[in-house]
């Protein structure tokens, strides 16, 4: 029995562990950095829930039960009921190792190698992302531009978004040639197509539901002279002109940088599916 | 693990992980209520006695006694030897896991921006279709082929406990009966025992499945780029995929969420890994040898390894193709 009740008490642990990250995440918001917003309320009520559950179980660990109904031979409630497939312990280190592990190790945020397997440096699809592309209305250039707000400086405040998929629509292209405009991401080196060293790269994370399934969306930025010293990969405002220019096959949106300066990060750092 | 390796697993472990537990705790959570509240001949009661109408009608009973599959394999064991057909039993095993309304729901949620109606829906019938299938060929296979013959016996001598208890009570009624003498709140207690120890089994193997998607999401495992390389070619994608899942063991109600962050895959790939995984994996086969002998449970990996990547290559190509 006392056996039993030790097994019962390291397994409210381990729930009470995953709810603590759970609700140590949603409470401090960095959640937002990980979920997208419909998953955030689910992730806050499956914290309270483990909290719910493995403090009750903690709590009664030690009171013997009857489940009202009869087994088979050779079998009682607890091992009907209550017997795990692992050892309590053996569980206990699988679920919490990597657990503990990752929240020492996480920073929030995906490392550059992990962005360009993302797909940060590959060369946009000419039709566009396959599951994004049908969100963008076809526009004149007037609607267009009466859609976005205006600077005091004339720079048409276009979101990264709309920028990237401009890329894969010549005819939005069209449209936006040459408009000037300001927008915001996060920069980071160029990596493809810079001999000159005269070029960065500005991009923001496309969240669907998690962070493991965002991809980032990016634009090139020419600065026409080496670029100024800007934090790697935070945040920026940079104002200057579309173009948009054939390399290799494929039309590069490359925005032609009059001015970047380091910014605070939005509200939401990724673009949401909604 | 290099720093920067250290930082992107930890961040897509976390991400996938805080997005799935609270669908596993749903799910555990009613399937340790129905433990401990469902008498064991409720199911038997609700089905047909057409024998394929019975089979079609436990492919559709995880609708109302929803199960991941860790939990419907020690619940079929128990009905089996209380008389339940085995045709009907491997029905519902098979299909519980995913035709469920908690299922659903995780698919839906999971693949939202990615065709999420079609998929759940593709999901849901794929998979309903695959466990009737097995059910009607069950049911013309003789018992001593598929179950274990300590099982075969049991059902043969008909003594169960529950029997013997229904004697003594006068059988004036024609449901079990509660023999709860215990104190007040104990099944209370006993469901909520249940559902913890569902979670922990089903958390474990979660756990494990998203440590090693994040290592591949990531790029840090080794062969990432070998998977990737797969992932165009749309006749072997489903094989690989359908590996990756009996590898991965994981619940049917947190498996969407691994699925859909495999982006370099095609919907149909993802088909194969979301029907075959809640079928077939390491875990179950552990589980199923409970219930099935060796062979029946070789076979049966065969067959949905082949039925459910045809499909789904099919159905790539005939609905996924045609989705907006």
């Given at each position: 029995m006392k056996s039993a009740a030790l097994h019962r008490a390291l397994s409210a642990t381990c729930l009470l562990v995953w709810s603590a990250a759970l609700l140590w995440f949603h409470g401090s918001g960095r959640i937002i950095k990980y979920l997208a917003p419909d998953f955030r309320l689910i992730a806050l009520l499956g914290g309270l829930g483990l909290l719910v559950v493995g403090a009750f179980n903690l709590l009664t660990c030690r009171r013997e039960t009857s489940c009202g109904h009869s087994h088979g031979e050779g079998e009682d409630c607890h091992s009907a009921?209550?017997?795990?497939?692992?050892h309590p312990l053996m569980a206990l280190g699988l679920m919490l190792v990597p657990l503990v592990l990752s929240l020492a190790w996480t920073k929030d945020g995906y490392s550059a190698a992990a962005l360009s397997r993302k797909g940060l440096y590959d060369s946009p699809a000419p039709g566009g992302s396959t599951f994004l592309s049908n969100a963008m209305p076809v526009m004149t250039r007037e609607e267009l531009l009466g859609s976005h707000r205006q600077t005091d400086d004339g720079y048409y405040e276009f979101s990264l978004m709309e920028l990237f998929f401009s890329t894969g629509d010549r005819e939005l292209q069209g449209i936006i040639d040459g408009v000037k405009v300001q927008t915001e991401g996060r920069i980071i080196d160029e990596q493809v197509r810079n001999p000159n060293g005269t070029r960065k790269r500005l991009y923001r994370l496309f969240m669907t539901c998690c962070a493991a399934d965002s991809r980032p969306v990016p634009i090139v930025l020419e600065f026409?002279?080496?670029?100024?010293?800007?934090?790697?990969n935070g945040w920026t405002k940079v104002t200057g002109t579309m173009r948009y220019k054939l390399e290799e096959g494929t039309y590069q949106a490359i925005l032609v940088v009059d001015q970047a300066i380091a910014a605070d990060a939005p509200m939401e750092e990724s673009f949401m599916r909604n | 693990m290099a720093a920067d390796g250290r930082q992107d697993f930890a961040f897509a472990f976390l991400s996938i992980l805080f997005e799935g537990a609270p669908f596993i705790l749903l799910g555990t959570l009613i399937s340790g209520f129905l433990d401990v509240y469902l008498p064991p001949g409720a199911m038997d009661r609700l089905l047909p006695k057409n024998r394929t109408l019975a089979v079609i009608v436990a492919g559709l009973m995880g609708a109302v006694f929803p199960v991941c599959e860790c939990a419907v394999v020690p619940v079929i064991r128990r009905l089996v030897g209380k008389g339940l057909p085995v045709a009907c039993a491997l029905t519902y095993m098979l299909a519980a896991p995913i035709v469920n309304p908690i299922t659903a729901l995780s698919t839906w949620k999971a693949f939202q921006g990615q065709s999420a109606a079609t998929m759940t829906c593709s999901r849901l019938l794929l998979g309903f279709l695959v466990a009737v299938l097995v059910g009607l060929i069950a049911s013309r296979l003789p018992m001593r082929s598929i179950l274990r013959p300590r099982l075969v016996e049991e059902i043969e001598r008909g003594s169960r406990h529950a029997d013997h208890h229904h004697h003594e009570h006068?059988?004036?009624?024609?449901h079990d009966h509660s023999?709860?003498?215990?104190?007040?709140g104990s099944r209370l207690i006993a469901a909520f025992r249940s559902a913890m120890k569902d979670f922990v089994d089903v958390a474990v193997y979660f756990s494990i499945g998203v440590a090693i998607t994040a290592l591949f999401n990531t790029g840090i495992a080794p062969g990432a780029a070998w998977l990737d390389s797969l992932a165009a070619n749309q006749y072997l994608a489903p094989g690989v995929l359908m590996l990756l899942a009996f590898i991965l063991s994981l619940c049917s109600t947190s498996d969407a969420f691994i699925a859909a962050t495999?982006?370099?895959?095609?919907w149909g790939a993802k088909l194969a890994f979301l029907t075959f995984g809640p079928m077939m994996d390491v875990k179950l086969i552990f589980l199923y040898q409970t219930v099935l002998k060796r062979r029946a449970i070789l076979g049966l990996a065969v067959f949905l390894f082949v039925v459910i990547g045809g499909i789904s290559i099919y159905w790539q190509k005939l609905v996924f193709a045609a989705a907006p």
């Amino acid at each position: 029995m006392k056996s039993a009740a030790l097994h019962r008490a390291l397994s409210a642990t381990c729930l009470l562990v995953w709810s603590a990250a759970l609700l140590w995440f949603h409470g401090s918001g960095r959640i937002i950095k990980y979920l997208a917003p419909d998953f955030r309320l689910i992730a806050l009520l499956g914290g309270l829930g483990l909290l719910v559950v493995g403090a009750f179980n903690l709590l009664t660990c030690r009171r013997e039960t009857s489940c009202g109904h009869s087994h088979g031979e050779g079998e009682d409630c607890h091992s009907a009921h209550d017997s795990h497939d692992l050892h309590p312990l053996m569980a206990l280190g699988l679920m919490l190792v990597p657990l503990v592990l990752s929240l020492a190790w996480t920073k929030d945020g995906y490392s550059a190698a992990a962005l360009s397997r993302k797909g940060l440096y590959d060369s946009p699809a000419p039709g566009g992302s396959t599951f994004l592309s049908n969100a963008m209305p076809v526009m004149t250039r007037e609607e267009l531009l009466g859609s976005h707000r205006q600077t005091d400086d004339g720079y048409y405040e276009f979101s990264l978004m709309e920028l990237f998929f401009s890329t894969g629509d010549r005819e939005l292209q069209g449209i936006i040639d040459g408009v000037k405009v300001q927008t915001e991401g996060r920069i980071i080196d160029e990596q493809v197509r810079n001999p000159n060293g005269t070029r960065k790269r500005l991009y923001r994370l496309f969240m669907t539901c998690c962070a493991a399934d965002s991809r980032p969306v990016p634009i090139v930025l020419e600065f026409g002279e080496p670029p100024p010293p800007l934090p790697e990969n935070g945040w920026t405002k940079v104002t200057g002109t579309m173009r948009y220019k054939l390399e290799e096959g494929t039309y590069q949106a490359i925005l032609v940088v009059d001015q970047a300066i380091a910014a605070d990060a939005p509200m939401e750092e990724s673009f949401m599916r909604n | 693990m290099a720093a920067d390796g250290r930082q992107d697993f930890a961040f897509a472990f976390l991400s996938i992980l805080f997005e799935g537990a609270p669908f596993i705790l749903l799910g555990t959570l009613i399937s340790g209520f129905l433990d401990v509240y469902l008498p064991p001949g409720a199911m038997d009661r609700l089905l047909p006695k057409n024998r394929t109408l019975a089979v079609i009608v436990a492919g559709l009973m995880g609708a109302v006694f929803p199960v991941c599959e860790c939990a419907v394999v020690p619940v079929i064991r128990r009905l089996v030897g209380k008389g339940l057909p085995v045709a009907c039993a491997l029905t519902y095993m098979l299909a519980a896991p995913i035709v469920n309304p908690i299922t659903a729901l995780s698919t839906w949620k999971a693949f939202q921006g990615q065709s999420a109606a079609t998929m759940t829906c593709s999901r849901l019938l794929l998979g309903f279709l695959v466990a009737v299938l097995v059910g009607l060929i069950a049911s013309r296979l003789p018992m001593r082929s598929i179950l274990r013959p300590r099982l075969v016996e049991e059902i043969e001598r008909g003594s169960r406990h529950a029997d013997h208890h229904h004697h003594e009570h006068g059988g004036c009624c024609d449901h079990d009966h509660s023999h709860d003498h215990g104190p007040s709140g104990s099944r209370l207690i006993a469901a909520f025992r249940s559902a913890m120890k569902d979670f922990v089994d089903v958390a474990v193997y979660f756990s494990i499945g998203v440590a090693i998607t994040a290592l591949f999401n990531t790029g840090i495992a080794p062969g990432a780029a070998w998977l990737d390389s797969l992932a165009a070619n749309q006749y072997l994608a489903p094989g690989v995929l359908m590996l990756l899942a009996f590898i991965l063991s994981l619940c049917s109600t947190s498996d969407a969420f691994i699925a859909a962050t495999l982006d370099r895959f095609a919907w149909g790939a993802k088909l194969a890994f979301l029907t075959f995984g809640p079928m077939m994996d390491v875990k179950l086969i552990f589980l199923y040898q409970t219930v099935l002998k060796r062979r029946a449970i070789l076979g049966l990996a065969v067959f949905l390894f082949v039925v459910i990547g045809g499909i789904s290559i099919y159905w790539q190509k005939l609905v996924f193709a045609a989705a907006p």
